[in-house]
DNA sequence: ATTTATTTTTAGATTTGTCTAAATTTATTT
DNA sequence: AAATAAATTTAGACAAATCTAAAAATAAAT
């Protein structure tokens, strides 16, 4: 179904929404937007004469198995456009959401397929959410803090919570990014520090600090 | 400046057609977007206001120096991307026009910069076409069939113009793509094959066929 | 130099997505 | 359960980008 970016825009939005929270309502929705609550109430009208989503009035909404379908496909090119700009372009965390935002409305599914491959279809994405595959299902990878890796086994990087420039640079240093495959070799616990080896590249030690701060996820 | 997406567009259309064609007049650009000349004149007008184009009624238009400066920043992130799709993702030359027609449209500079660094910085689109830098400007190669490259000359291959499944597969099993440094060793004058030599892979030879659909830019 | 043909522009309508303000429905309070 | 508040929808307007059909300007032909 070819849908038009505004539309795209809604779907997503509810879909997000409706992981969050409990109930979505229209002013939720419009707030969520930053737009009225006349516009979404247009816009509800047009999705479900798509029959994308269910919708009474004044008794809520709802995306049906349609709507969630299409919601899944402009999450995972959102979220796998994510991991491009910081694995491979090396852009910073904040600043890949807007740029995702607008490349998500690429929809040609041979490039998302593509970029996947290239990419070697990631499972999270650098803010530690999980990329929907081809088929629109999502791994329930559980993430934990490098720090409570065990040792000598392998994991992935998925994603960093404190993203200073400092920590940035510092992860940098150590050839550390999105995707890295890591292992802990030995931990300190004198002062919570690590011995690491990323594929590829010199073993090095990292404090408790860092350890913390980086999320892995098994292979 | 902040254009909309229908407004680059014509932008773009207008510079393509410049560079071709004596003479750009309501009509032709009409044709070539596929739309009604009543479109286009609405259009000259909102550039006129906006200070990208000269225009007097009926006498005819063309971008003035501003227009042609958001032109070329359109035309660097279309081909850019283009190059990315063939060269990143290995995608077929006639599929990547019409993506990068969309994605030229995401117009954060910071992106194109870094996917430019990424790519490391090529000068010439998979059609042959010179990509401008972020200055806008356009780099003057001049492009030689591979058959007519001197021996021992190291240079970048940046087109090919057949494009058959069957070409493909060959480069693909040579290692050949765009941007691939490559060196003639030796010209077999009897059927103009080549001993060639692509950076990091063994040496091999192809046909004078080949060496004659295969492009290259000095170094 | 008129007439005819071509090109370009205007006038007015349409679609999409948005808005504000008013009306309606549902929820909450007293 | 009546009154008030909150949420939602409708009505009507607007901007962007497009269209068709008619009008105006320019170019070509006899």
């Known amino acids: 179904m070819k849908l038009s970016e505004s539309e795209e825009n809604y779907i997503k939005s509810i879909y997000n929404l409706q992981e969050k929270t409990e109930k979505v309502n229209t002013n939720s929705l419009a707030n969520f937007l930053n737009t009225s609550a006349a516009s ?46 910081v694995a491979k372009l090396g ?60 040792i000598k086994q392998s994991a992935t990087v998925s994603s960093v919570s404190n993203q200073t420039p400092e920590m940035m640079e510092m992860l940098n240093h150590y050839g550390i990014g999105i995707g890295s495959q890591i292992k802990v070799l030995k931990a300190f616990e004198f002062d ?18 860092a350890a913390q701060n980086i999320f892995v996820y098994d292979n």
């Open 91 to 150: 852009m910073e965390w904040e600043k890949v959401h807007d740029i995702a935002e607008e490349l998500e409305h690429v929809s040609s599914s041979e490039l998302i397929n593509k970029l996947d491959n290239y990419l070697e279809n990631p499972k999270i994405d650098p803010h530690g959410d999980p990329i929907p595959d081809e088929k629109g299902k999502i791994a329930v990878l559980k993430q934990k803090a490098l720090k409570d890796l065990p």
């Open 192 to 209: 919570g520090s690590l011995q690491i080896k990323i594929a590829k590249k010199p073993e090095c030690i990292i404090s408790g600090m």
């Open 40 to 85: 979404i109430t247009d816009m509800l009208k047009k999705l479900k004469s798509k029959k994308l989503l269910e919708y009474k009035k004044y008794y809520g909404f709802r995306l049906n198995e349609a709507g969630n379908k299409e919601a899944l496909k402009i999450i995972r090119r959102h979220r796998l456009w994510e991991y491009f700009l």
